[in-house]
């Protein structure tokens, strides 16, 4: 994902909440902290709850990963429902982190 991420352009994260939100959580896990700020100020302005139900869906569908447990724990924390937030959050830090190499065909 992180090298899906970085071969977009900033109007490619920012056109769409969702995508901005997992941007803005890459930049962030990579330490460029002045784009995970654009990416999440993009993503408020988009809609939380329809991102919120995209993130649960995603959680769902894959019980053992933590990406979609941290997209769903900031998200929820951006509408304000802090324990939720920190629950998923915590959640996600419990789980193994995803593989290092890049996916077949993207690098």
Known sequence: MRLW???CTEAE???DAQLA???G???LYQGDRNRALRCVAAAETGDLEEAEEAFRKDADASPGEALPLYNLG???GMEGRHE???ERL???AKRPREREQPL???G
Request: charged share 10%; no cysteine.
């Open 5 to 7: 991420i970085n071969a």
């Open 21 to 23: 939100l997992a941007a």
């Open 13 to 15: 994260l920012i056109s």
């Open 25 to 27: 959580w890459v930049f």
């Open 90 to 92: 915590a959640e996600a």
């Open 104 to 106: 077949p065909g993207m």
């Open 74 to 76: 900031t998200v929820l």
């Open 84 to 86: 939720e937030a920190v």
